[in-house]
């Protein structure tokens, strides 16, 4: 567990400040269980539900400005308080060490951790599939430009064709980089949960698509649209280092979506959301102990029917995010030299990583995508139109 660093932000400043207040007590900071054993596994379930999935009604002291399980004082349960509570099990810190009894009653003393945007991306891949199809799998995509010690990942299911949309399936698995890292064990708590529907006040702050509440754990048939997803990962053992999972063809998702699809032609979304109480969308900086709040893209998933007319905003931009960037460059040489596959959007002839529009991604393809992601080159003038005469 060496290899791992937990330091939650607000709480190292009591090895320096005392409590502002004289007359304190907080028997449920790291006992939310109340059961005099503080710091232990059913403390963390307990915070996990009350943070993620709002199963548990919060408790506060009167004596106590924090509420149970709120080890940064941040005036709610979330993601840094469950790696906080996790990382005292796994012995990566003692939290006598961290903060006097009174301390947790100075909300000026213990600042919860900085949100910033940045961090890395999760992608969603966008995929066309036949009307009725079983067994779909949807990859999501990460990269990390820190070491994670957590991932929040709430997910909105959102029809944009009435009746188009999933038929009686829908699951998520773990696979590539966080799998083969041990990101998340056995030993830990729920790591899903569904939303039937929106909640009718959006309780969370921030851009989000919609908020959700009161988590169901058997979806009920047949499945309309919206719905919410949340899952949840954290490590238990050395954090997950800086990486990329690469895009559809060219990689190996670290989630797996899977479903069926109705057989109304059409089309739906894969967004990204907010859970309340508070869920958001979110990396943990292992070594900061720092919320990260990475960049999204969607997913759209189009069932069966004809083809439309041509639409291809995708070419020379692999990530499809209206940016061209070396994350792009990246995908154009593995589609051009490393036997990745180039990626097809449906009702458009050439695929993302053909700038050029000859058929295939070759050096040509590389070079150009070079000069207008790295160089500044004007892209109208090297890439190619496939939509045009």
Excluded at 5 to 31: H, K, M, R
Excluded at 77 to 96: H, S, T
Excluded at 310 to 331: E, S
């Amino acid at each position: 567990m060496k290899g791992r660093s937990i330091v939650l932000t607000g709480l190292l400043v009591a090895l320096v400040s005392p409590c502002a207040w004289s007359q304190c007590d907080c028997p449920g900071q790291f006992d939310p269980n109340r059961n005099g054993i503080p710091c232990e596994i059913g403390d963390l379930v307990l915070t996990w539900n009350r943070a993620f999935y709002g199963l548990v009604d919060t408790v506060t002291t009167p004596t106590c400005i924090c509420q149970d399980g709120d080890l940064d004082c941040s005036g709610l349960l979330d993601v840094l308080d469950v790696v906080g509570l996790l990382g005292v099990i796994c012995g990566d810190f003692d939290p006598a060490q961290l903060c006097g009894p009174d301390f947790s009653c100075s909300l000026a003393h213990c600042p919860a951790g900085a949100r910033r945007v940045t961090g890395g991306d999760v992608f969603v891949e966008s995929k066309a599939v036949p009307a009725g199809a079983t067994g779909v799998h949807v990859g999501v995509y990460f990269f990390n430009s820190v070491n994670l010690s957590a991932i929040i990942l709430p997910l909105e299911f959102r029809s944009i064709t009435t009746g188009s949309f999933i038929a009686d399936s829908l699951s998520v698995t773990v696979h590539g980089r966080l799998a083969s890292s041990g990101f998340v064990t056995s030993g830990l708590p729920p790591l899903g949960a569904y939303y039937a529907a929106p909640a009718t006040v959006n309780s969370c702050s921030g851009p989000v698509a919609n908020s959700y509440d009161t988590a169901v754990w058997a979806l009920p048939l047949p499945l309309t649209g919206p719905l919410g997803v949340l899952w949840g990962g954290m490590n238990t053992g050395p954090c997950l280092p800086p990486g990329f999972d690469g895009f559809p063809g060219n990689g190996t998702p670290s989630l797996v979506l899977t479903f069926s699809v109705t057989q109304t032609a059409g089309s739906f979304e894969i967004d990204t959301c907010c859970i309340a109480p508070g869920s958001h969308l979110a990396f943990v900086d292992c070594n900061a102990d720092t919320v990260l709040i990475p960049q999204f893209t969607k997913g759209v998933i189009t069932i069966g029917g004809e083809p439309g007319p041509c639409a291809c905003a995708c070419v020379a931009d692999p990530r499809c995010d209206g940016t061209a960037d070396i994350v792009d460059v990246v995908a154009v040489i593995n589609a051009a030299f490393r036997g990745g596959h180039a990626t097809q959007d449906l009702n458009c002839s050439s695929s993302r990583e053909d700038v050029d529009c000859n058929g295939h991604a070759d050096i040509i393809d590389v070079t150009r995508m070079i000069s207008v992601a790295l160089r500044g080159v004007d892209p109208s003038v090297l890439l190619c139109d496939p939509c045009g005469p």
